[in-house]
């Protein structure tokens, strides 16, 4: 029915859909909307980075956005307008990564790192991604508690020996490494869409964190899967259109929410 | 038997500024202690302190029973934010922390316990409502469940009536007295001074650069009030004016 690219492009977005909706919601509760702009936007840097050093550009993408995650953390707790700081990253990361680009990255599609380019991935692309997706999930499922007594505040967690901090520092580092995966299908400037459209879309239809992050994997899985389609179908790009599916979704619900 | 927590000589403030220095107090099981100070004091910053998320200038906070696993604490209204998808029920379970596995659910002692925490903080009937559809008093019943079910021999409560009415704050004050006679110490921050002068056993006084312990009659007087600018002569002169009769007790 599909041709075998469209099975890799919707078993690829799965696998984001996955990850980005169970952290979207951490980056909606705790208010991380622009740290996760600020890593995706600076991620470009890593693939020119990775070509420069001839390296994965998963690896390339991975290390930077961890190193920045490390400087973004330690900067923002430390200095007021947090803001402003990561405002300042994510532009000059943009605007270094494009300089990058036109020094080593000959050959290299801007567009492709700017937007995604799912139809591309291969069969290693999809085991890297699942593997991360495993992987991710079981340190999200490990440290759960210590998230959600966390995003509650620094005090309280304090009080019942949870060092928030710490628990933010590992949070920030698993965002880093999810922006890394995820760059190839949706693009740097996409990212955060799909961190945040399908998070805020379940925020509408739950009492709970755990339904939350579960109707936010829904919500990711089933956007990813109808803009794939509509991609396929009207030959629309790839990853903008399931950017666009995931917005309609949030605007249905807030229509719903407001009749 | 022995406080449990003892503070000796300490100094509390950021970078160059000392926000009070040379604190001495023990505080024993079964003690409230009201800190109050005006704003700038050091009252959050002490709680803060206790909590161990800032280190002091200087001096020592010894826990001569060793310091508990678990200290109850309640954050001011303000810092709590409602959207925050939980049901009041899952709040209260929240401070069952040790025994709280948010996928596995809930076992029936600690359903148990949580119906029992709900009860005791008067929202029981609310406890399947998700947080951002309760009032503020209802909200603060809802965090004192929480507190409830840490099980805790110190509490710290920061303006723990700050956004509530009469009737709630005199339901949270009946929590805190049973606390109280269970023989955990609390540690209140209060701008109210009559719910201290009625509720608290010590005080503890903060302003301009000196902090002053003891019992609530020999630390809340008008000339210690007025000399640390908690409140102006004629603030105090009116808060006091009974005094000759009796006081306000």
């Given amino acids: ?259 | 038997m022995p406080p449990i927590v003892s503070i000796e000589n300490l100094f509390l403030g950021f970078g160059d500024v000392t926000l009070f220095d040379g604190l001495n107090c023990d505080v024993e099981p079964g003690s409230i202690l009201a800190v109050v100070g005006a704003n700038g004091s050091g009252k959050s910053t002490f709680v803060k302190t206790l909590l161990g998320l800032q280190s002091p200038m200087d001096g020592r906070i010894e826990w001569p029973v060793g310091k508990p696993a678990e200290i109850g604490y309640l954050a001011q209204l303000t810092e709590f934010d409602r959207r925050f998808p939980i049901r009041v029920r899952d709040l209260a379970a929240m401070g069952a922390w040790q025994g709280f596995n948010p996928f596995a659910g809930l076992n029936k002692t600690t359903r148990n316990r949580v119906d029992a925490a709900l009860e005791m903080a008067g929202i029981l009937d609310l406890a399947d409502h998700p947080l951002h559809t309760l009032s503020g008093g209802q909200l603060q019943r809802a965090l004192f469940s929480r507190v409830i079910m840490q099980d805790a021999p110190l509490i710290l409560l920061d303006e723990p009536f700050s956004a509530v009415d009469q009737y709630t704050e005199q339901h949270l004050l009946s929590v805190i007295e049973t606390w109280q006679s269970e023989g955990r110490a609390v540690i209140m921050v209060l701008h109210d001074l009559s719910a201290v002068l009625d509720h608290c056993t010590h005080a503890l006084l903060l302003g301009n650069g000196r902090a002053s312990f003891g019992t609530v009659d020999d630390i809340l007087t008008p000339d210690r009030l007025i000399a640390q600018g908690y409140m102006s002569s004629s603030q105090a002169s009116w808060m006091f004016r009974g005094q000759s009769n009796g006081g306000m007790r």
């Fill in chain 1, 1 to 259: 029915m599909f041709a075998e690219f469209m099975i890799r492009a919707f078993l690829s977005g799965l696998g984001v859909a996955i990850l980005t909706g169970v952290l979207g919601c951490f980056v909606i509760w705790r208010r991380m909307v622009y740290f996760g702009d600020a890593l995706s936007h600076a991620a470009i840097l890593g693939v020119v980075g990775a070509i420069a050093l001839h390296v994965s550009a998963y690896f390339g993408v991975i290390a930077l956005a961890l190193i920045l995650s490390v400087l973004l953390f330690t900067l923002t707790s430390r200095i007021q307008g947090a803001d402003v700081i990561l405002g300042v990253f994510a532009q000059t990361g943009l605007a270094l990564g494009l300089i990058g680009a036109s020094i080593w990255g000959r050959g290299l599609s801007i567009e492709a790192i700017l937007f995604g380019d799912i139809l591309a991935v291969g069969w290693h692309d999809i085991i890297f991604i699942w593997i991360g997706v495993a992987v991710i999930l079981g340190i999200i499922l490990w440290r759960w508690s210590n998230w959600i007594t966390a995003t509650l505040g620094d005090d309280l967690a304090a009080s019942v020996g949870v060092n928030a901090k710490h628990e933010s520092f590992y949070l920030a580092a698993l965002l880093a490494i999810v922006v890394g995966l995820a760059l190839k299908i949706v693009g740097a400037l996409l990212i955060t869409a799909l961190l945040i459209i399908p998070a805020a879309t379940a925020r509408r239809f739950t009492s709970t964190p755990e339904t939350m992050a579960v109707l936010s994997v829904g919500f990711g899985s089933a956007a990813s899967a109808i803009g794939l389609w509509a991609a396929y179908v009207f030959d629309w790009p790839a990853g903008p259109s399931m950017v666009a599916t995931a917005a309609v979704f949030f605007g249905i619900s807030q229509w719903r929410s407001a009749v």
